[in-house]
């Protein structure tokens, strides 16, 4: 008998221990679904981070072969500087001996200008101021005085005609 209510326990016992289960795992998925859930906005998330790290590194990648370029036209500019310095010294030289020479040739040239410049008769020496041929400076011509200075007085405003005259002896 006892094996008949272990059979008849075993499939009671069976149904709740598979409904166990089954409730365990349908948690088991549920907390799966969860964690798939999560691990989606942790990689939407680090996706975000992963494209502006993209970016700046495509901007870094921009900015340094410009500095490549900034560098290497300053290299040829410390090029031509070194260069320069190293042959001022023979060149400043040369610039003076050319300057020199330029200064002989242009003195040569002015004392030949004036040892074969043609001496012309026709030269006219000034007259003196009362020698004039005939010709009289006129002088200044006459000014008419101003009005109100007739008797030597003078007016603040003489266009007004209302203020009072101003003698020597207001000044």
Request: hydrophobic content about 35%; glycine content about 8%.
């Amino acid at each position: 008998m006892q094996s008949q209510s272990q059979i008849q326990g075993g499939p009671g016992l069976d149904i709740e221990t598979r409904s166990r289960e089954i409730t365990q795992i349908a948690t088991s998925i549920s907390e799966l679904a969860d964690l798939f859930r999560d691990l989606g906005n942790l990689v939407v998330e680090q996706g975000t981070v992963l494209d502006s790290v993209e970016y700046n590194v495509s901007t870094t990648a921009r900015e340094l072969e410009g500095a490549v370029e900034e560098l290497k036209v300053a290299q040829k500019w410390v090029l031509l500087l070194r260069g320069m310095w190293l042959t001022g010294r023979y060149q400043s030289n040369a610039g003076r001996r050319k300057c020199i020479l330029f200064l002989i040739l242009l003195i040569v040239g002015l004392v030949i200008v004036l040892v074969y410049k043609p001496r012309s008769s026709n030269v006219t020496t000034p007259k003196p101021p009362d020698q004039n041929d005939g010709i009289v400076l006129d002088p200044l011509p006459d000014i008419p005085p101003r009005p109100g200075l007739e008797d030597g007085t003078e007016t603040e405003d003489f266009w007004e005609g209302e203020a009072e005259p101003i003698g020597d002896d207001d000044l």
